[in-house]
């Protein structure tokens, strides 16, 4: 069966790093865009950054540019989300998902289970 599974978070500093794996199952990865989502108590989820199916192409939320960096490994089933310069609002819990693409919540089909991310002092 489909199997996403989020890894990788944990307790960091301000201005540390974060690199989250998602590890999937269950079908061609090759054949989706990836997205990664986040979040925080109280907030709706949100998108923070996706890779194309089609040319690998990336797009990331504004408040993220420069620091995160999404990329994919088709041969190991497996996309990452590598996060430099990390501040306290980028505490949450972040999800991957995959499906057609974008920022949106509706554009994806199956879901990890998340893996929190604190950012704190």
């Known amino acids: 069966q489909v199997q996403l599974m989020e890894s990788g978070g944990g307790l960091v500093q301000p201005g540390g790093s974060l690199r989250l794996s998602c590890a999937t199952s269950?079908?061609?990865?090759?054949?989706?865009?990836i997205g990664w989502f986040r979040q925080a108590p109280g907030k709706e989820r949100e998108g923070v950054s996706w890779?194309?199916?089609?040319?690998?192409?990336?797009y990331y939320k504004d408040s993220v540019k420069g620091r995160f960096t999404i990329s994919r490994d088709n041969a190991k089933s497996t996309a990452y989300l590598q996060m430099n310069s990390l501040k306290p609002e980028d505490t949450a819990v972040y999800y991957c998902?995959?499906?057609?693409?974008?920022?949106?919540?509706?554009?994806?089909?199956?879901w990890g289970q998340g893996t929190q991310v604190t950012v704190s002092s």
């Open positions: 998902a995959v499906g057609d693409g974008g920022l949106g919540t509706g554009e994806y089909d199956y």
């Open positions: 890779i194309s199916s089609s040319d690998d192409s990336t």
């Open positions: 269950g079908f061609t990865l090759d054949e989706y865009s």
